[in-house]
């Protein structure tokens, strides 16, 4: 199994809601990430997650907010957005240093978030 | 700090002619290199990876790439292009020195027509 789980596919949501991505793998892998794509654009990333703990925030604004409940799992909390949050929101897992060096990292389809 | 540069945002081939996708590099450290391929509103997939082994790296779906440290280099080949290969290619290069991190070129988006 390869593969990146990512739900919902598509979501919609207002200014004031609060929702959740989810992602989840079974490759056994250690090192999980959230990415941020717009349109026409490489990914942005957000977080790493390495061993359950977050190791890299790439200074991401507090309303969104990660969470690895285990090393299969990993979520992404969302509050209080803003229309320009719109985008593709990736998950990508890879085996952890010093493999993750050179190891691919498995992306999920991604979630397109609209905010509204 | 590293970063990738892929020349020309656009290219368009015709099927069954060469493609060509161009990537240069800039690190102070030895780079790992991926190209990983989107195809419209999918995630991203490795088409293939230099690790500092062979030079001459062969990936999916018929693509391989070289890299050149004296030119800073890791374009994308494939000696005759289909249909199916039309969507964004993104470069990328991970160190040690960077936590593994991925950067990204900024994408070249391929047309392919009949």
């Known amino acids: 199994d390869t593969e990146v789980t990512q739900t919902p596919k598509h979501l919609v949501m207002g200014m004031t809601n609060k929702k959740s991505l989810k992602c989840e793998q079974h490759m056994g892998h250690r090192a999980m990430y959230w990415y941020k794509q717009k349109a026409k654009k490489p990914p942005e990333l957000m977080f790493v997650?390495?061993?359950?703990?977050?190791?890299i925030n790439e200074s991401v604004p507090s309303r969104f907010s990660p969470e690895c409940p285990n090393s299969s799992l990993l979520n992404l909390h969302l509050h209080a957005l803003q229309p320009e949050d719109s985008a593709l929101y990736l998950c990508?897992?890879?085996?952890?240093?010093?493999?993750?060096?050179?190891?691919?990292?498995?992306f999920g389809q991604g979630t397109r978030l609209t905010v509204v | 700090a590293q970063s990738v540069t892929q020349l020309g945002s656009h290219v368009s081939v015709s099927e069954g002619a060469l493609v060509l996708l161009r990537c240069n590099y800039s690190s102070s450290v030895p780079p790992y290199l991926f190209w990983y391929v989107q195809y419209p509103n999918q995630g991203l997939q490795l088409l293939l990876k230099?690790?500092?082994?062979?030079?001459l790296v062969k990936g999916i779906n018929g693509f391989e790439a070289e890299f050149k440290k004296s030119e800073t280099s890791f374009h994308l080949t494939k000696p005759s292009a289909h249909m199916s290969d039309a969507a964004e290619y993104f470069c990328a290069v991970s160190t040690y020195n960077q936590g593994g991190k991925l950067i990204f070129g900024q994408g070249t988006e391929l047309s392919v027509k009949p």
């Open positions: 230099y690790t500092s082994a062979a030079t």
């Open positions: 997650y390495s061993y359950e703990k977050l190791s």
């Open positions: 990508a897992s890879s085996q952890d240093a010093p493999q993750s060096l050179m190891a691919e990292a498995f």
